[in-house]
T-cell receptor, first 116, second 112 residues
């Protein structure tokens, strides 16, 4: 299958600092990427849709000023958690759609963020 | 977003048995139905997917059955193995670059 690489796989940061998470599609171009958040033993919750060259679309209840998304190229989207707090600790996962005869969604390996 | 309902929440199957996970959806605009397998601390991995123009798709030990009129689809894992123990998510989306809507997941445990 297609490869979506997410970096870092885990990060620990202090309260008040910012953390950037990268999502790359390694072998295909993705005009759209998605960012999800997952709490322990729960399903994936869509945070935002990242569109190359335009502003991201955020789901209701997700603070766009706190979760900054930049989709600078067809293979890279970044999520920056600004002024992180312990309640932002979670598992963040990105996905990218590979276009073709059958569009398929591939996920990164996830980033475990712990804010202390 | 329309909900995708997944059951059961957890499942214990003997090694060699058949694991069956069911999902139901409401939005008739959905036309893509994938299943994902997720191990702890890892991102979901695409397992198998189906579109509404077929009623069944098989890849190795994994089979999706799709019932368009009932708006239901299911995952069957034949000859279940301990290595299949993971959380399985069904999902659905409609045409274009739309995000997936996920079920709540099923924790599968295959015991020897």
């Amino acid at each position: 299958g297609a490869v979506v690489s997410q970096h870092p796989s885990w990060v620990i940061c202090k309260s008040g600092t910012s953390v950037k998470i990268e999502c790359r599609s390694l072998d295909f171009q993705a005009t759209t990427m998605f960012w999800y958040r997952q709490f322990p033993k729960q399903s994936l919750m869509l945070m935002a849709t990242s569109n190359e060259g335009s502003k991201a679309t955020y789901e209701q209840g997700v603070e766009k000023d706190k979760f900054l998304i930049n989709h600078a190229s067809l293979t890279l989207s970044t999520l920056t958690v600004t002024s992180a707090h312990p309640e932002d600790s979670s598992f963040y996962i990105c996905s990218a759609n590979r276009q073709g005869m059958n569009t398929e969604a591939f996920f990164g390996q996830g980033t475990r963020l712990t804010v202390v | 977003q329309q909900q995708v309902k997944q059951s059961p929440q957890s499942l214990i199957v003997q090694k060699g048995g058949i694991s069956i996970i069911n999902c139901a959806y409401e939005n008739t605009a959905f036309d893509y139905f994938p299943w994902y397998q997720q191990f702890p601390g890892k991102g979901p991995a695409l397992l198998i997917a189906i579109r509404p123009d077929v009623s069944e798709k098989k890849e190795g030990r994994f089979t999706i059955s799709f019932n368009k009129s009932a708006k239901q689809f299911s995952l069957h894992i034949m000859d279940s193995q301990p290595g299949d123990s993971a959380t399985y998510f069904c999902a659905a989306s409609s045409m274009g670059n739309t995000p997936l809507v996920f079920g709540k997941g099923t924790r599968l445990s295959v015991i020897a």
